[in-house]
């Protein structure tokens, strides 16, 4: 149980491209997802807290207009790279929690790693 | 001090060897620890997932919590080489969402 799926596992695109990025719970409900960032040989770090019909809180010095989340059902939410540069390019991971308490723990998806050319 | 300090290795271990981690944290009101296992290119995958200080067995693994200690482990009993992988040690307290992480601890197990 509590599995994530995450879509594309991979994306290469150009300079100046807008990218979106799924995260999908697919065996229970998720009010709160997660939205990660991490680089080679390094531990993640949160980028944004993503909650279900309410706007997402953002870590601070992640630009809430260049990263835009939706989370607009209990198994889905999407993080959109507007106006991709290649510094942009990371592995970005979405995890979501199985229910409403802070004490379960979050699953993890299989990540997403996007090149900017 | 980082909230969260684990020795990022990389620690390499003959197969059948255990495989023992471990973190230390510093923040006392941590009520919850996690264990995740990532292997490259993929997402961290949950192991263990404690709450109470003591041992929490799950087939080869078993995660030691010791809350007086600030301390965790997390050991791995007759270690393959598919174990090899980034280790993650995780844990936050009642109310807060973040996960405060260690930076992994890098395995290798050698056939």
């Known amino acids: 149980g509590a599995v994530v799926s995450q879509h594309p596992s991979w994306v290469i695109c150009k300079s100046g491209t807008s990218v979106k990025i799924e995260c999908r719970s697919l065996?229970?409900?998720?009010?709160?997802m997660f939205w990660y960032r991490q680089f080679p040989k390094q531990s993640l770090m949160l980028m944004a807290t993503?909650?279900?019909?309410?706007?997402?809180?953002?870590e601070q010095g992640v630009e809430k207009d260049k990263f835009l989340i939706n989370h607009a059902s209990l198994t889905l939410s999407t993080l959109t790279v507007t106006s991709a540069h290649p510094e942009d390019s990371s592995f970005y991971i979405c995890?979501?929690?199985?229910?409403?308490?802070?004490?379960?723990?979050?699953?993890f998806g299989d990540g997403t790693r996007l090149s900017i050319l | 001090q980082k909230e969260v300090e684990q020795d990022p290795g990389p620690l390499s271990v003959p197969e059948g060897a255990i495989v023992s981690l471990n973190c230390t944290y510093s923040?006392?009101?941590?009520?919850?620890f996690m264990w995740y296992r990532q292997y490259s290119r993929k997402g961290p995958e949950l192991l263990m997932y404690?709450?109470?200080?003591g041992n929490k067995e799950d087939g080869r693994f078993t995660a030691q919590v010791d809350k007086s200690s600030k301390y965790i482990s997390l050991f791995i009993r007759d270690s393959q080489p598919s174990d090899s992988a980034t280790y993650l040690c995780?844990?936050?307290?009642?109310?807060?969402?973040?996960?405060?992480f260690g930076k992994g601890n890098q395995v290798v197990v050698i056939p």
């Open positions: 993503s909650n279900e019909g309410s706007k997402a809180t953002y």
């Open positions: 995780a844990m936050n307290h009642y109310g807060n969402n973040r996960l405060a």
């Open positions: 923040n006392s009101a941590f009520q919850y």
């Open positions: 995890s979501a929690r199985d229910g409403d308490t802070v004490n379960q723990p979050q699953h």
């Open positions: 404690t709450y109470s200080s």
């Open positions: 065996d229970f409900q998720a009010t709160t």
